[in-house]
């Protein structure tokens, strides 16, 4: 039977394993068989009526091959497991990161949440204790006392008696303080002026710097006396008022005394025969005298008021 080439269609001859013409092996059945390139385009040809492959694997993988059509099914190949040392998959780090970074952000939302309503309990805590503590204290002062009338829930009454008791007794004692010096302040005084009536006509001049010394130092100390018995601010509410003022005029009485004394020795110690001077001397002391008479007004005060100014002490 005559053979032909199946690449090109020329007549080939019995005993010919080549086509002449175009080169092509020819098969011993008689058929010419196709080209390298003519299979290549056959296999394109046939891959194109087929199903596009499957994605290649990974670098590591088996590779697998689109099975023909016709033939038969080919049992898929397990993917090969990843070499040891092979870096995990990026997907799943980057989910574990999300996560943690998530899990920090409520965590720190929570802190700051606590922190910033903390105070405000904190504060109310502290308002309900002083309100307990306040109500605590508030019935402690209803507490009935035994002390006194028993129909009574305290003894403030009492109590403020005791206060204005002690009050009245301390000043009670300091008016008798100041009280008990005026007798010798009023001595004193008398013998500042007997002292005078001595010496201020004397020419022996150091006899008169003394004693007009002296009684420099008289006035300054009842001056003292004086003010620190005005500070006293006794309450005009207390028994004791009157007599606080009394002995606050006696004081003045005293001072004003020995003043004049004090101003005589001055006009006095300006001479050094003083005897011929002695009107001029004696003057001040006859400015404070009651008219008509010799007598120094504030003595004659200091000696009616003494007697009845003596405090009161409160039993």
């Not at 007004?297 to 039993?315: I, Q, S």
Request: charged share 25%.
């Amino acid at each position: 039977m005559p053979r032909f080439c199946t690449h090109c269609g020329k007549l080939l001859k019995d005993d010919e394993r080549f086509c002449t013409s175009c080169g092509t092996p020819v098969t011993d059945d008689g058929q010419a068989s196709q080209s390298q390139e003519d299979a290549q385009a056959a296999v394109t040809v046939q891959s194109a009526h087929q199903p596009a492959p499957a994605p290649q694997p990974e670098a590591g993988a088996t590779q697998q091959w689109a099975t023909p059509a016709g033939s038969a099914p080919q049992q898929p190949i397990p993917t090969a497991a990843p070499q040891a040392g092979a870096p995990a998959a990026p997907k799943n780090n980057n989910a574990l990161f999300i996560g943690i970074i998530a899990a920090l952000i409520v965590v720190i939302i929570a802190l700051v949440v606590f922190f910033m309503i903390k105070p405000f309990d904190k504060g109310t805590d502290d308002t309900k204790g002083t309100t307990i503590e306040k109500v605590k204290i508030d019935h402690d002062n209803d507490d009935a006392s035994v002390k006194g009338d028993p129909n009574k829930l305290d003894d403030n009454d009492d109590d403020a008696h005791d206060a204005t008791t002690i009050s009245e007794q301390n000043v009670y004692d300091q008016l008798s303080s100041y009280y008990s010096r005026l007798s010798d302040l009023d001595q004193q005084v008398r013998d500042c002026a007997t002292t005078f009536n001595t010496y201020y006509l004397k020419d022996d001049r150091s006899s008169r710097q003394s004693a007009s010394d002296t009684a420099e130092a008289l006035e300054d100390q009842i001056g003292d006396l004086k003010d620190e018995v005005e500070d006293l601010d006794v309450p005009i509410d207390s028994q004791n008022y009157s007599s606080w003022k009394d002995i606050i005029t006696l004081y003045d009485d005293l001072e004003n005394r020995i003043d004049v004394i004090c101003d005589a020795w001055e006009i006095s110690l300006e001479y050094s025969s003083p005897a011929n001077h002695k009107d001029e001397i004696v003057a001040p002391l006859a400015r404070d005298n009651v008219a008509g008479t010799n007598d120094n007004k504030y003595r004659l005060d200091f000696e009616d008021r003494y007697p009845g100014a003596a405090p009161v002490e409160v039993k």
